[in-house]
């Protein structure tokens, strides 16, 4: 069965400084990822998504992700983080094939604080 | 930018009460989704409905649940019979296929009381 683990459930850093949100996955081929944010009481935004092709995926707000199939993981990232990324960050893995209906599988959530 | 639109933001109703969540998808879409969100948990998957007819449901969507999209532009989500744990944010969303992503609607929040 399809699964996403994000193994941060919490993560601080401060304003200016890199950032990295893990993401593994477990799914029998190579899977449709994901990454959405979303800030309190809104909904989920695509920052990003992979399908295909060049496994190092730019998105919006200065994000990027990189699929690694060895390591079945899907790690976002940002160079330099501002206080508005502050949110919550979905990672999300969607099955491939005509037979299948398209659901996304969504991991636990790691919720970013930026600290000033 | 093309939205998934939810109606209303927030619903508070009585327990045993029926509800309607609204959406209305992006127009050229094909697959649409009902997910829901606990506070503080994980977005979880509740059906997907393609070609007029639900094509995978999960085990959370039980017989209390139904869906309807009833004039090609609207896409509802029934609950017949609302429970304290229907207490939820609900997000609707809708999908052109790939290469393309899936997009959310803001959500609805449900409170059950």
Known sequence: ?116 | EPEVTQTPSHQVTQMGQEVILRCVPISNHLYFYWYRQILGQKVEFLVSFYNNEISEKSEIFDDQFSVERPDGSNFTLKIRSTKLEDSAMYFCASYLGTPYGYTFGSGTRLTVV
């Open chain 1, 1 to 116: 069965a399809q699964s996403v683990t994000q193994p941060d459930i919490h993560i601080t850093v401060s304003e200016g400084a890199s950032l990295e949100l893990r993401c593994n996955y477990s799914y029998g081929a190579t899977p449709y990822l994901f990454w959405y944010v979303q800030s309190p009481g809104q909904g989920l935004q695509l920052l990003l998504k992979y399908f295909s092709g060049d496994t190092l995926v730019q998105g919006i707000k200065g994000f990027e992700a990189e699929f690694k199939r060895s390591q079945s993981s899907f790690n976002l990232r940002k160079p330099s983080v501002h206080w508005s990324d502050a949110a919550e960050y979905f990672c999300a893995v969607g099955a491939r094939g005509s037979s299948n209906t398209g659901k996304l599988i969504f991991g636990q959530g790691t919720t970013l604080q930026v600290k000033p």
